[in-house]
């Protein structure tokens, strides 16, 4: 069983695996300050919520946005799954051709994404990525990262609105039924919901007329499903979208996992408290 680990700016995404089949996935926030043995608990838990036992997870790939919480998490799977997790972009590549001017800027979800989203529905496409930060990234026809946009999460927006306007409140993202809000809170859901809506097609169709083909346009991250039903642009959307992709590198990668990755029986076990 293979254990993909998704770390974003907002959570940590974990995968179980069997095969090609995803049996059971979880949510942890993203804390530096968390400890290896936090980490490691919250683990646990969820393993024993989905009845799964630990050991039977053979290999442990992660990839990651966020480098302050890296060492916790690597110590958390080293201790509490007795793994050595190997990280996409450090350990492993992605395999993706990267055209990017300079390769190291881009972000390896991004990739991550890419080689799933090809091997799912082909290419060219477009992939948008709506999480903390929205990610439009344009894979060509040769299925080649040519780079994208980067453009402020909803979230993001709605509450930096609320903390530099003394009179706006903080309020739930959600449509509304007509443009012309009635109060204060409907007024800030109809900017939000349509102006990313505005956003986003504005964006997508720029970047369909400078890729050649029949584009596709694939929507994930945490508000991808809820702003698709308002963007007729986007065709797909598939929140596992980057667990797939890190279970299909680690599937071209399986021989130096083997070799790589410390095996149960001799598995270093720090009892490492982070200060």
């Known amino acids: 069983m293979l254990l993909a680990i998704d770390v974003g700016n ?5 995968g179980l695996f069997e095969q090609e089949k995803l049996v059971g996935s979880f949510r942890i926030s993203t804390n530096a300050t968390s400890t290896s043995d936090e980490i490691g608990m919250q683990i646990l838990q969820y393993y024993h919520f989905l009845k799964i036992p630990p050991e039977r997870t053979s290999a442990v790939i992660i990839g990651s946005v ?29 395999g993706m051709v990267n ?3 300079n390769p190291r800027e881009v972000g ?40 994208g946009a980067i453009f402020p999460g909803i979230k993001v927006a709605m509450e930096a609105l609320f903390m530099k306007a003394s009179k706006l409140p903080r309020v739930d993202i959600a449509a509304t039924e007509y443009a012309i809000g009635r109060t204060t809170v409907q007024s800030m859901q109809s900017g939000a919901v349509r102006g990313y809506v505005g956003a986003l097609t504005g964006i997508i ?71």
Do not use: W
């Open 10 to 14: 907002t959570n940590m995404v974990f």
């Open 66 to 94: 966020v480098p302050p919480v890296m060492y916790s998490l690597v110590n958390a799977i080293r201790k509490y799954i007795r793994l050595k997790p190997l990280v996409v972009g450090r350990d492993i590549d992605t």
């Open 99 to 101: 055209r990017y001017n």
């Open 108 to 147: 390896v979800d991004r990739l991550v994404n890419g080689v799933s989203a090809v091997a799912r529905y082909g290419k060219p496409l477009i992939i948008v990525d709506i999480g903390t930060a929205i990610t439009f990234d344009a894979i060509d026809g040769d299925g080649a990262y040519l780079g």
């Open 205 to 275: 169709e720029d970047m369909k007329q400078e890729l050649d083909g029949d584009v596709k346009v694939i929507a994930t991250g945490g508000m991808g499903r809820m702003m698709a039903e308002h963007c007729p642009l986007i065709d797909m959307v598939d929140p596992n979208l980057t667990l797939d992709g890190l279970r299909m590198i680690y599937e071209k990668n399986q021989a130096f996992f083997r070799e790589k990755c410390t095996c149960r029986e001799n598995a270093v076990i720090e009892a490492t408290e982070e200060s």
